[in-house]
């Protein structure tokens, strides 16, 4: 059985401050997520003073519809000194600490820090210079790909690999960037069509409601899942929207681990748990009416009934045309010895 590497997605839900930010690692803890994940930038380095809102975050702060881009982001930053206070917590909490940079200054604050996992957010795919840099620190990396096409993965393996780092270690999550995302938009197959073109680990970044579409893609083959979650969904920012709240993501990850037990090892056969149902459900040969001993049996002198302790139905053939060498009566389980 393999685990799946469950990503609960903090991000900037967390409204830039420290304590929301403890309590977000917390929940992601207490869920039994194995990573709790929040976002490193630099807003100047990030985003133009002109960049407009996506829609979805539009949408999702109604009151501050007139700001920008670059003064909504400029409030979530997290410090250096966060980082280290967040850090700090996650292994008191026993959870791993992860966080995805946006800018180049930032992939090298997050290198210094030691992490053995960098993620590149959907955003960032198609960024050159950004791949290059993470290709070069030569560790474990998950890609996101929402937006992208087959071709714009495929150059991104080809820089990450060429500036260091194994295609082994790589990870490509199928991924769509609306927030929330419509469901006939998920296309949640071309996670399978990216293992099988570039024969690389794939996962799934989801940011449907609810929590059935990460289950379907860890039974679809999906080795890490990535999911935003908030401690309440009212809160006021551009994701709170589109993230589980506490319990879902309690109900996500259990669910995910019962699929990853009931995938099981692909063979079939009566399992432990069923053996004791076999006799129960399944039928033997039975004597339809009363015969004695010496007569043939036919098919009509037969019948097929539970429990299924006798001659297998199946051996039918076995049995029809051969004499009966007790008296038995209607009903009578047979067997073997009573042939001749």
């Not at 100047?44 to 002109?50: F, H, I, R, Y």
């Amino acid at each position: 059985m393999s685990k799946t590497l469950i990503i609960a997605e903090a991000g900037v839900n967390h409204n830039g401050d420290i304590n929301l930010a403890k309590q977000l690692i917390d929940i992601a803890a207490d869920a039994g997520a194995d990573i709790v994940k929040f976002q490193t930038f630099k807003t100047e380095k990030l985003v133009s003073t002109s960049a407009r809102k996506a829609d979805y975050q539009v949408n999702n702060m109604p009151d501050e519809a007139d700001s920008s881009q670059f003064a909504m982001l400029k409030k979530l930053e997290l410090s250096p000194a966060d980082h280290q206070e967040l850090m700090a917590h996650c292994q008191l909490r026993h959870i791993q600490f992860l966080s995805t940079a946006f800018d180049l200054d930032s992939l090298d604050f997050l290198a210094g820090l030691n992490l053995t996992i960098f993620k590149i957010p959907s955003g960032e795919l198609t960024n050159l210079p950004y791949l290059r840099r993470i290709g070069s620190y030569n560790r474990q990396v998950i890609a996101s790909t929402g937006m992208a096409t087959m071709d714009d993965i495929s150059a991104m393996l080809d820089v990450l690999t060429s500036a260091g780092t194994a295609r082994e270690n790589i990870t490509v999550l199928h991924c769509n960037t609306d927030y929330p995302s419509p469901f006939r938009d998920v296309n949640l197959r071309a996670m399978q069509t990216i293992a099988d073109t570039f024969g690389v680990a794939v996962g799934y970044s989801d940011h449907t409601p609810g929590i059935e579409v990460p289950i379907a893609a860890v039974a679809l083959g999906a080795t890490v899942i990535e999911k935003h979650f908030t401690l309440d969904r009212s809160l006021k920012g551009p994701d709170h929207l589109a993230s589980l709240e506490p319990d879902e993501l309690v109900q996500m990850i259990r669910a995910i681990r019962n699929i990853e037990v009931a995938l099981g090892d692909g063979i079939k056969q009566p399992t432990p748990s069923e053996q004791k149902n076999l006799a129960v459900a399944r039928k033997s040969i039975h004597l339809a009416r009363p015969r004695l001993a010496g007569q043939v049996l036919t098919e009509d002198d037969l019948i097929m009934k539970r429990p299924g302790s006798g001659i297998s139905p199946m051996q039918l053939d076995q049995v029809t045309g051969r004499s009966l060498g007790v008296d038995v009566e209607a009903d009578h389980l047979l067997r073997w010895e009573d042939l001749v």
